[in-house]
């Protein structure tokens, strides 16, 4: 299986800062990676697929670099409705395995 | 826009079985692969399992192989799991979610609360 971790796990931002997000897959992905948020209590959603590809109507302050086993996601200026949980996923093999989250919190 | 409902969910004993639903609407229901992505209280995203768009292929995460079966009947646009023998860390809320580009899940259910308890 391959194994996806995340850093940080948790980041404190403040409205109009430039946040950076890391995923690592343990195997080569290529581009088959896809970046999700979660509010709480709500369903995840989609931002990013294919590692750079904007997901339909989500802003673009959002975008996601990379490729093989490195892969990034930037929010250029943080929104008040950004603050949630980031998970990112890899689609290149099966399970689909997900990042452990990082949470984007208030400063 | 498309359109997911799931339910099914509820409280089963350790051992028990539940049948998940998953009603979509919206979209060309059979062109589209599906999921179930599943999440433990307070902990993160857990893949479970997937269905091409026939169902002539399914998926699963080694955690649920064996007892849990994923299914669909594009005649009633609607996505299955059986979930057979479930225990205690079966206990999470599911969601169902379609499979789009690079197998990306741009649209999700609102989800439905699975509890395996004595």
């Known amino acids: 299986d391959i194994q996806m971790t995340q850093s940080p796990s948790s980041l404190s931002a403040s409205v109009g800062d430039r946040v950076t997000i890391t995923c690592r897959a343990s195997?080569?992905?290529?581009?088959?990676l896809n970046w999700y948020h979660q509010r709480p209590g709500k369903a995840p959603k989609l931002l990013i697929y294919?590692?750079?590809s904007l997901q339909s109507r989500v802003p673009s302050r959002f975008s996601g670099s990379g490729s093989g086993t490195d892969f990034t996601l930037t929010i250029s200026s943080l929104q008040p409705e950004d603050f949630a949980t980031y998970y990112c996923q890899q689609t290149y093999s099966t399970p689909r395995t997900f990042g452990p989250g990082t949470r984007v919190e208030i400063k | 826009e498309a359109q997911l409902v799931e339910s099914g969910g509820g409280l089963v004993q350790p051992g028990g079985s539940l049948r998940l639903s998953c009603a979509a609407a919206g979209f060309t229901f059979n062109t589209y692969g599906m999921t179930w992505v599943r999440q433990a209280p307070g902990k993160g995203l857990e893949w479970v399992a997937g269905i091409s768009g026939t169902g002539g292929s399914t998926y699963y995460a080694d955690s649920v192989k064996g007892r849990f079966t994923i299914s669909r009947d594009n005649s009633k646009n609607t996505l299955y799991l059986q979930m057979n023998s479930l225990r205690a860390e079966d206990t999470a809320i599911y969601y169902c979610?379609?499979?789009?580009?690079?197998?990306?899940?741009?649209?999700w259910g609102q989800g439905t609360l699975v509890t395996v308890s004595p």
């Open positions: 195997q080569n992905v290529i581009t088959y």
């Open positions: 294919a590692a750079s």
């Open positions: 979610a379609d499979t789009n580009y690079y197998d990306s899940s741009g649209s």
